[in-house]
């Protein structure tokens, strides 16, 4: 299994302060608060945070659709919950990656059944392609057609959270068969 390079810092860096200049056209002064999807988003989340000039009111969750490895259990469920009371607000939630759409599409029905005001999707990564639920990602850092992704946030089995840039997995090469 071998890491290849896909986004790195320097690239990464660049795409967030975009956005950072995007978003804010998007609220016309009002209040946002953000909400981090734990893991894998919190990095992602720190530096975005940082480049938004918006009044913003940070929370966090964690929400589990899957096990450890590279497959999706097709369940989700909320690990950690908001703190805050999201009634009429407008939720801006920070995912690493949409991929099915199973967990943002069931976190978004959450925030919409508690009141929220508007929810919004900024999402790091868009698997668009994988995707098997309904989710609009309004602000998207890159696309991506497929493969498993790590760094920047993102893990294998809690492993390369901590690399600067954003790497795809690359299964080990086959042997050639013995003739
Ligand atoms: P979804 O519910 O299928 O959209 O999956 C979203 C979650 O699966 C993301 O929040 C990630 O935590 C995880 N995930 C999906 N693809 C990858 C990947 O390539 N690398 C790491 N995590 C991933
Ligand atoms: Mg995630």
Redo the contacts with the bound molecule.
Sequence with gaps: MTLREIFTRDEIAKRVQELGREIPSHYAREKVLGIC?LK??FVFFADLGRSLEIDMEIDFVR?S??QDG?A?SGE?AVKCDLESDVWDKNVLVV???????????YFSRMLRSRGAGSVRICAL?D?HE?RTLP?DVDFCGFRVQK????GYG???AQKYRNLPGIYAIDPPEEKAADA
């Design positions: 999807v894998g988003a929400l659709s899957y590279t999706s989700i995912e690493d990656i949409v991929d099915t759409g199973l967990s943002l599409y990564i698997k994988r989710v493969g498993f992704l790590v993102l893990d294998m």
